[in-house]
């Protein structure tokens, strides 16, 4: 891959390539609010820069002229940067490019078919084939002589939901509802459930959330103060759900949500092993959804 930049643009609507940081007030636009699409928000991309940013890389967006913009993580040599992929990481449910959804998807492949060229090679990961516009710009992209590989990266859990708690429990197979509803009285004797969006117990719902992380059977993460600031961050955007289950001895389980678009997204969760007589996960995930479809406005839930 070559490490010269791509030409800065010089007008209002160029091509070029910004430092996420320094991006021209331009292009703010072509960004979603977090409410309407968590994943496709500034605040998304400013988090993964501050958090998440591999070893070496430095975010930046690609202006795709009047079509939108591509996020990209570049690797920085001697001050140049060279954009080398998507701006993805491990905690990224969907990406691609973010536009307008009336906008010209295959003119904004084309733009992007010459950047590819430029750059020798670009990998995007997380996109999804059903995405608005994803066949077009793929395909104009291809029609331009870029060669696309294509692979399955990972699929993600998730379903319409019907209606509230009741109707979306009623609409479980009975092994599960009873499943449910036999632990949840089990667990009710001896455990509190708290859901928190923000405020003053936040600081306190996040130091439980990383003292059931760390009493976990889940491996270090790879960005130890990802999950701290993600939560902060979601808070500060009036999307974050932190809820917390705990026994007389302690937080035993927690897990956090987006609420975004009308979906509830899983972005992670986390047990005692201790405390699995409890049946902790499942109560706690029975808790998180019954409080989400019960606030309204949820159509989907996502479990990542």
Known sequence: MTDAPLRQADNTHGVGLFELAAMPAVYETCFAAPNHSVFASRA???LLDSAARPRGMRGAIIALGEYGVLPVWCRVRGGRMSPVRGMTTPYTLVFGPLAAQDADWAGLGATLAGIVRQCGALRLDALDPDALGFEDWLGSMRRLGVIV????????????VPGDYDAWLA?????????IRRR?????REVVMTVTRGGDGLDAAIADFEMVYARSWKPAEPYPDFNPTCMRRLAAEGVLRLGIMRSAQGPIAAQYWAVSGGTG????????RAAESLSPGTVLTAHMVRDLLNEGGIHRLDFG
């Open 44 to 46: 998304w991309f400013d």
């Open 149 to 160: 590989h294509r692979f399955d990266h990972f699929g993600n859990w998730g379903e319409a």
């Open 184 to 188: 949840t009285r089990h667990a009710a």
């Open 265 to 272: 997204f899983l972005l992670k969760l986390a047990h005692d």
């Open 171 to 179: 609409s479980r197979p009975g092994t599960l509802r009873n499943t």
